[in-house]
């Protein structure tokens, strides 16, 4: 496995492709991410969002081009270390929950301590207060709303400390107030536990809570700002 | 079983013992190399000294207690490695003391030369090449001494690490092995007839001293579970539990291992994964002890299943004359009393049957029941210098069969000449049914 750390930045992309037959996806693409830093990629459908955070995170492979995450070039990766390393380096949190709908949510956060390495109740329950769960423990996906289950979601994604925290549409179910809850959770959870937090999302809303955005076209970053928090 | 697969068996078991023993030292290997050479040498020679100087049951019954005491040993081993803080003294496989050189040597050379015994005595009944034979089996064991040590063990995952007690668990689990295939040298199903004779005798001793009531209102509670006491099983399962004892405590004690404290490691998710990789560790250190207790549960169905096959002709129905005398012509057709082969026949009177041999053994022909006075009459076969007792797999030299006592087939008196031999039927079926247990179940038997 290569391991090559470069100062300071956890992500570095160099012509990095994707392309899905004749399908251009992702153009070659170099971005630079350093470590701690609250990225947001922007950018209408098909512009290759999602395509590069799955990159990012270990769920694809790219076409060409090289891809360094935490120091770790995914291209030389096995299946196994890329298990691995999605296991141990990565939480990622979706649009829609995934969570297991016959599973508690402390036995959701659990189930990702058990693929990790060893299931612990009381720091899965640690994890849930922190997130303002504290008391819906015992309670199915079904049994909480779409906000609680997205902070189960965000709970279940620091539960094993990633580096890097991706999250792709997270608040593209949630209303307005939800959404302001989950953001401002992740804030002080950016906050706290200095993850590198990259999200994907359409709204620019969401956007402003980072401190930097790209924005995306045809596979291509077309902008890059640099920004204070607008929250 | 072909000579090539029982080279073969030797070769893969004699591989897997050297990984052990380079997995237990694994920092001595030119100590371990040495100290095995030396004894693969020495057990060869050994070998042929006994088959060589003895005959007939003597080398075997020496090899038998070789691996009796390693077996003996192996518990108090055991019960060290399942004891939390075991006596400096017989640490002797603990990490410290493996790294001394004396000791690898020590432990490698005597592994060697019980294994070379075993495999000099499996080789030995191999026809006129067998010392050829053995030699160059030895030749090929050092040979692949060298390859599994220096070449095929460092490939080998780095967690397969060996327990405390692991090694000897493993010498002995194949020293059981290698025995429980030849019926001479098998252990378990004497140590299960001793487990039920044990029983037996205990119960009796209550019976006899009066601690088992006998009170008519719960005679028969109690008897019914007393029968459970006297019935064929108990000697095989209490057998099993005695066998299986020390490979239990070793995994026992495995599980009983502190795991290293990660309390110093701040963070949860790295606290859990060191905890998770010694949990790991300590579940790969029971893969010898595992690969023991299979070798053992081998042994025991081989001890009941044994590959050797025994002459056990169909018995020849014969009837007596007006005189109530049998007559038994040494030679009648194909057969030939004479040809040291036992020959089986059977008398029929009525409801009565009762089976008895033939046998031509030190110059002189011998008539015996097809039963012993002890176990159910299951029968006898025969196999190279010996017969075997179908229910209690005892093995009867050729010589003492006609002698009373013991496991030995029931004499008939007879009186033979040059024509043949002749018995009475009435003496016959009188020592049958006074000598012989009933069995309702077993055919043949009287009813």
Redesign the interface.
């Known amino acids: 496995m290569t391991s090559v750390k470069t100062e300071s930045s956890i992500i570095k992309t160099v012509g990095l492709t994707r392309s899905y037959g004749e399908i251009c996806a992702l153009a070659p693409l170099d971005l630079q991410v350093t470590e701690g830093e609250w990225l947001t990629i922007m950018g209408h459908s098909g512009s290759g969002k999602s395509t590069l955070l799955n990159l990012l995170g270990g769920l694809d492979r790219p076409t060409a081009g090289t891809l360094l995450v935490d120091g770790e070039n995914l291209l030389s990766l096995s299946e196994d270390q890329l298990a691995r390393f999605r296991r141990?380096s990565v939480g990622i949190i979706f649009q829609q929950h995934h969570l297991i709908p016959y599973l508690t949510s402390l036995e959701n956060v659990m189930m990702a301590?058990y693929f990790?390495?060893?299931p612990?109740a009381v720091?899965a329950s640690l994890a849930l207060e922190k997130v303002g769960l504290g008391k819906r423990l015992a309670n199915r996906p079904g049994e909480l709303s779409g906000g609680e289950q997205q902070r189960v979601c965000i709970a279940r994604a620091i539960?094993?400390?990633p580096k890097l925290l991706l999250g792709d549409e997270l608040t593209g179910n949630l209303d307005h107030k939800s959404t302001h809850l989950v953001m401002e959770l992740l804030k002080e959870l950016h906050e706290t536990e200095r993850f590198t937090l990259v999200l994907v999302t359409h709204n620019q809303e969401v956007a402003g809570w980072g401190q930097r955005t790209i924005f995306m076209d045809d596979g291509t970053v077309v902008k890059d700002v640099r920004q204070g928090r607008s929250n | 079983m072909p000579l090539l697969v029982k080279g073969l068996t030797l070769l893969i078991l004699w591989g897997v013992l050297v990984v052990g023993l380079t997995r237990a030292f694994a920092a001595r290997k030119s100590a371990l190399t040495a100290g095995s050479v030396l004894g693969l040498i020495t057990g060869t020679v050994a070998g042929f000294l006994l088959f060589g100087s003895f005959t007939g049951e003597l080398p075997f019954a020496i090899i038998k207690s070789l691996v009796a005491v390693a077996f003996i040993s192996l518990f108090i081993v055991a019960a060290f490695a399942w004891h939390k803080d075991p006596a400096p003294a017989i640490t002797v496989f603990s990490p410290s003391l493996s790294d001394h050189p004396a000791v690898t040597a020590m432990a490698a050379f005597l592994t060697a030369t019980v294994f070379a015994i075993l495999a000099v005595c499996r080789l030995s009944n191999s026809g006129d090449n067998a010392t050829v034979l053995a030699v160059c089996f030895i030749l090929l064991a050092m040979v692949e001494l060298w390859l599994v040590v220096y070449r095929l063990e460092p490939l080998l995952p780095s967690v397969l690490k060996m327990p405390r007690g692991g090694l000897p668990l493993l010498a002995v689990s194949l020293f059981l092995f290698i025995a429980s295939s030849s019926p001479r040298l098998d252990l378990f199903s004497p140590l299960s007839m001793k487990v039920m004779k044990l029983i037996h005798d205990f119960v009796h001793q209550f019976f006899e001293s009066m601690l088992i009531p006998d009170h008519p209102f719960f005679r028969t509670d109690v008897w019914a579970y007393i029968g459970m006491l006297f019935s064929n099983s108990v000697g095989f399962w209490g057998g099993l539990i005695i066998w299986f004892i020390p490979a239990a405590l070793i995994a026992i004690a495995v599980f009983r291992q502190p795991l290293p404290s990660v309390a110093h490691v701040r963070?949860?998710?790295?606290r859990?994964?060191l905890?998770?990789?010694h949990?790991r560790e300590r579940r790969c250190l029971l893969f010898f002890p595992f690969f023991a207790t299979i070798l053992m549960a081998v042994a025991v169905y081989e001890s009941g299943h044994p590959s050797v096959e025994y002459w056990d002709p169909k018995p020849i129905a014969v009837k007596a004359d007006g005189a109530g005398t049998i007559h038994i012509p040494v030679k009648d057709g194909e057969t030939d009393l004479k040809d040291g082969k036992l020959h089986k026949y059977i008398f029929l009177q009525g409801a009565k049957k009762v089976r008895f041999f033939v046998l031509y053994r030190s110059d002189e022909l011998t008539v015996v029941l097809d039963a012993c006075s002890i176990c159910q009459p299951e029968g006898y076969g025969q196999s190279e210098g010996t017969v075997i007792c179908y229910y209690c797999k005892t093995l009867i030299p050729l010589e003492t069969v006609g002698k009373p006592g013991g496991c030995n087939p029931v004499p008939v008196s007879f009186t033979a000449d040059a024509g043949g031999v002749h018995l009475s039927a009435v003496s016959l079926i009188n020592t049958w049914n006074e000598q012989v247990q009933s069995a309702k179940k077993v055919p043949g038997g009287p009813e």
């Open positions: 141990e301590q990790h390495s060893i612990d720091e539960i094993n400390n | 963070q949860a998710a790295t859990r994964k905890i998770a990789g949990l």
